[in-house]
């Protein structure tokens, strides 16, 4: 079992950036698949989250970030538009359901000017 997200990076405030996690050993439509934020010296927060279809978001991203799935390639998407300096941070992919709580490794994503 695997996930591994991609896509982080640094980017100017107001920017875009596009997370994937590509997830390995298990079909990541049939669990809830969320993204979590770590910022320095903060705890684990959560980002976005879908299952069956239904999407949430923090309160902080909403309008912002949309999340989604591409099941032809077991993969969640987390798109993240005008990127705010609170951003900044470790984005960590989860699957979480009956017999799994899983994680990725994580991928930074700095936002400064």
């Known amino acids: 079992v695997q996930l591994m997200e991609s896509g982080g990076g640094l980017v100017q405030p107001g920017g875009s950036l596009r997370l994937s996690c590509v997830v390995w050993?298990?079909?990541?439509?049939?669990?809830?698949m969320r993204w979590y934020r770590q910022a320095p010296g903060k705890e684990r927060e959560l980002v976005s989250g879908?299952?069956?279809?239904?999407?949430t978001y923090a309160d902080a991203v909403k309008g912002r970030f949309t999340i989604s799935r591409d099941n032809a390639k077991n993969t969640v998407i987390l798109q993240m538009n005008d990127l705010k300096s609170e951003g900044t941070g470790v984005y960590f992919c989860?699957?979480?359901?009956?017999?799994?709580?899983?994680w990725g490794r994580g991928t930074q994503d700095t936002v400064c000017s």
């Open positions: 050993g298990f079909t990541s439509s049939e669990y809830f």
């Open positions: 879908v299952v069956e279809g239904r999407t």
């Open positions: 989860n699957a979480w359901g009956t017999g799994r709580h899983d």
